[in-house]
């Protein structure tokens, strides 16, 4: 499986975005997705997940409330909608997925995508 992030992008503080993660075979929907992110000098944290059939999702309490994680199987494609975006939202999001529950200690989160930048000024 490959995978595929975009939708990164600038926009004001209070602003929103949409990130999508597409991804290539026929694993896809076997597999629990999520969203990480590294903003510059710090680690790499886990932002969302969500179980292969959709009917768990995982959030970070950084973003509770304002992310929503998505999926759609037949399309092969995971969404991350980011609303009333902050400076502190600023990083590279990567996408990743993996066998498990989709939350970030009980999936062996193996397989990443490219990461899509996502600045938002204050």
């Known amino acids: 499986v490959q995978l595929q992030a975009s939708g990164g992008g600038l926009v004001q503080d209070g602003g929103s975005l949409r990130l999508s993660c597409a991804a290539s075979?026929?694993?896809?929907?076997?597999?629990?997705t999520g969203w990480f992110r590294q903003a510059p000098g710090k680690e790499r944290e886990f932002v969302a997940g969500i179980s292969f059939s959709g009917g768990r999702t995982y959030y970070a309490d950084s973003v509770k409330g304002r992310f929503t994680i998505s999926r759609d199987n037949p399309k092969n494609t995971v969404a991350l909608q980011m609303n009333m975006l902050k400076p502190e939202d600023t990083a590279v999001y990567y996408c990743?997925?993996?066998?498990?529950?989709?939350?970030?200690?009980?999936?062996?989160?193996?397989?990443w995508g490219q990461g899509t930048q996502v600045t938002v000024s204050s």
């Open positions: 075979g026929r694993t896809f929907s076997s597999l629990a």
């Open positions: 990743a997925n993996g066998v498990g529950s989709g939350n970030y200690y009980t999936t062996n989160w193996n397989r």
